[in-house]
């Protein structure tokens, strides 16, 4: 069992910055692999990003990439997403969620646990 808290949301201008994170607590955290999904209002939740458990490979959607990163602390047990020249469009809740043991998926269903998001606006 784990279970993932995020935090670091907030409101920005376009064109700024934001990090969110995403702690957890339970099961080993790095033998998760860790991913970043998002979901507008009257929208599905979209893959972001996700970082993998054993070689720390990272992968994103293409909207993304260039201004995402994704990252992790093992020590930590937590997660980053550093959000750069952000956008109206990436106005949404971010959630994070975690697969065990396993390679990334951007599919939502194939992960195991999520946290309980936390709300990104972008102002024009």
């Known amino acids: 069992q784990v279970q993932l808290v995020e935090s670091g949301g907030g409101l920005v201008q376009a064109g700024g910055s934001l990090r969110v994170s995403c702690a957890a607590s339970?099961?080993?955290?790095?033998?998760?692999?860790m991913g970043w999904f998002r979901q507008a209002p009257g929208k599905a939740r979209d893959f972001v990003a996700a970082?993998?458990?054993?070689?720390?490979?990272?992968y994103y959607t293409d909207s993304v990439k260039g201004r995402f990163t994704i990252s992790r602390d093992n020590a930590k047990n937590t997660v980053y997403l550093q959000m750069n020249s952000l956008k109206p469009e990436d106005t949404a809740v971010y959630y994070c969620?975690?697969?065990?043991?396993?390679?990334?998926?951007?599919?939502?269903?194939?992960?195991?646990?999520w946290g309980q998001g936390t709300q990104v606006t972008v102002s024009s």
């Open positions: 970082i993998t458990w054993s070689s720390g490979s990272t």
């Open positions: 969620a975690a697969r065990f043991r396993s390679t990334y998926s951007a599919i939502s269903s194939q992960y195991d646990y």
């Open positions: 339970g099961r080993a955290f790095s033998d998760y692999t």
